[in-house]
């Protein structure tokens, strides 16, 4: 069943003359992961709003086409409505605090007071998710007082504990170590497992070809490309629209080392030891 | 030529916690990274360098003399950090104002500040936005905001707190290119990274920080080989050398390039 449906979406900033997305259309099946790419500017960010209802909602503008979340068209419905079925993972964690909480405990309980869900029930979920993103040491800290990488890991666990249908999420290991980096992706592959649906904004091509399902590579507000990581990361044209593919799969192309199978590229490390100790 | 010596240096913001236990480093010359896992004490590091907070024990030397003995201000001449969160850096309204004001307050003139603002606002791209408020542009264009206001000041050490954050190809490509233009005006450049393949192509020296300490400290190339010591500071090799480890060619690659040359050679063998 297809949890997402977007069917020729346009949109427009206030006060701007260039659509930010320019007639985008594609569908995602429940539970599973896609890595969105493209360069700065492209229109990741305006997707993810788009999906999640800031956009039209708080960024009005101009707006056409359909996003359908779980059947519900996100232009119809506010903010509140959505926020319970769609989570949203900013950028910059920075804005994601409430600024009016004063602990990481009570900033992640923020979302689930609001969805008056039951205090044992919010305990639960809270203790769970500090687990998740290892931030259990923190939780009396101020969310203010924490490392870049430190809130980047509150920002994620405070809408994981809201348990979203889509959990969306705009480049959010930017400010992590690799192995905190590495953490976050293992938790949300996981978090598919259990059917939730995974968009993913993100420059770690490396990570995106191990973990993705499928691959939304988007330029100047265009869909340019929508299939499987191998197929999206051995096109010939990926620099022309600002991307670098995965580095296994750049050195396989300089050797010009194809699978033999399916005749694209290798994109993970297994496989390009496979295709090696195939080809030696 | 600049250098900075820093002996036994030890930080802590809290009484009950110390997050830097005793550093010891001669930095010059070389363009250097800084790598570690969140919390290590990078940033804390720089922001000492900068004079933004002062040691609790121990001491830096800025070309000979103690940076205790001079103000935040009067370092700030010498010095240049970009944060890493451009957000806590850009005030001013207009991207032109904004990279302007650090020149004035260091003593350059009206006109040349707006040289040098220019001349940066180029180096990273926007010289066609001059006139927008940061706060109208995304995060990453923010971020080379903050890089060009740095860099139209002039300082003899440049510092740049997670500079590839938020950037794509195109991005780091540009800072690639300005860090090597740092280097080659003698400009003693340090920089935080948690990109570890950005770290090897382009830096000579990296050093591993971890948990207070300097973990291990050398040429890239050598820090980047020992598996084990970046594992234990929560970091890993870079993507060529996980390759390399991973088809079983021996031999210590930090770029691309290299990595396919060795390829090539072993392949046709």
Redesign the interface.
Not at chain 1, 147 to 150: D, E
């Given at each position: 069943m297809n949890i997402i449906d977007v069917e020729g979406l346009k949109y427009k900033y206030p006060d701007t003359d260039k659509l930010a997305l320019n007639d985008v259309s594609f569908k995602v099946e429940k539970g599973e992961f896609i890595g969105l790419i493209?360069?700065?500017?492209a229109g990741k960010?305006s997707l993810c709003f788009a999906l999640s209802g800031l956009v039209p909602h708080f960024f009005k503008g101009a707006y056409g086409g359909k996003v359908l979340v779980d059947g519900m068209e996100i232009k119809q419905h506010e903010i509140g409505e959505i926020a319970a079925k769609v989570g949203l993972v900013f950028?910059?964690p920075?804005s994601q605090m409430t600024g009016s909480k004063y602990s990481v405990y009570e900033e992640i309980a923020f979302g689930l007071e609001n969805m008056g869900i039951e205090r044992k029930e919010m305990i639960a979920r809270i203790d769970e998710s500090l687990e998740l993103l290892a931030i259990k040491e923190m939780k009396d800290q101020n969310p203010f007082d924490l490392?870049?990488?430190?809130m980047q890991r509150v920002a994620i666990a405070s809408v994981i504990a809201m348990r979203p249908d889509v959990l969306i999420l705009d480049?959010p290991t930017?400010?992590?170590?690799?192995?905190?980096?590495?953490e976050v992706f293992r938790v949300v592959e996981n978090l598919t497992k259990e059917g939730m649906t995974i968009i993913m904004a993100e420059?770690k091509m490396?990570k995106i070809s191990q973990y993705a399902d499928s691959v939304l590579l988007l330029d100047d507000g265009e869909l340019i490309d929508y299939d499987t990581p191998e197929n999206v990361f051995s096109r010939d044209d990926l620099?022309n629209h600002?991307?670098?593919a995965?580095?296994?799969t750049?050195?396989a192309k300089?050797?010009g080392m194809k699978k033999s199978d399916t005749g694209k590229y290798p994109v993970t490390?297994?496989e390009?030891?496979r295709e090696?100790?195939d080809q030696? | 030529m600049t250098e900075l010596l820093i002996n036994y240096l030890h930080f802590s913001y809290t009484k009950d916690m110390e997050v830097l236990k005793g550093i010891d480093l001669h930095l010059k010359d070389q363009t250097t990274a800084i790598v570690g896992q969140n919390g290590a004490g990078k940033t804390t590091f720089v922001k000492l360098l900068k004079g933004l907070l002062q040691p609790t024990e121990g001491a830096i030397q800025f070309n000979g003399s103690n940076t205790k003995d001079y103000t935040a201000a009067n370092l700030a001449e010498h010095i240049g950090m970009v944060f890493q969160n451009p957000n806590d850096q850009i005030f001013k309204s207009k991207v032109l104002n904004e990279v302007m004001f650090g020149p004035l307050n260091i003593g350059q003139e009206e006109n040349e500040a707006r040289d040098k603002a220019l001349e940066a606002l180029k180096k990273v791209g926007l010289e066609d936005r001059l006139e927008k408020n940061p706060y109208d542009l995304s995060l990453s264009e923010r971020k080379m905001i903050s890089i060009a206001a740095v860099l139209a000041m002039d300082t003899d050490v440049v510092i740049f707190d997670e500079p590839t954050m938020g950037q794509d190809f195109a991005g780091k490509e540009r800072i690639k290119e300005i860090i090597s233009e740092l280097r080659s005006l003698g400009k003693l450049v340090l920089c935080i990274l948690h990109d570890m393949d950005f770290a090897a192509e382009v830096f000579e020296r990296t050093i591993v920080f971890n948990q207070g300490n300097v973990l291990l400290d050398g040429s890239t190339r050598d820090v980047f080989s020992d598996e084990n010591v970046l594992e234990q500071a929560f970091l890993e090799q870079p993507h060529v050398m996980q390759i390399a480890k991973n088809i079983g060619l021996d031999g210590i690659y930090t770029t691309e390039s290299e990595l396919v040359a060795a390829l090539e050679r072993a392949w046709f063998d």
């Open positions: 493209g360069r700065n500017t960010s950028e910059n920075f490392s870049g990488g430190q480049e930017s400010q992590l170590d690799p192995q905190g980096s590495a420059h490396e620099i600002g991307i670098a995965p580095m296994v750049s050195v300089a050797m490390l297994s390009i030891s090696m100790g030696r | -």
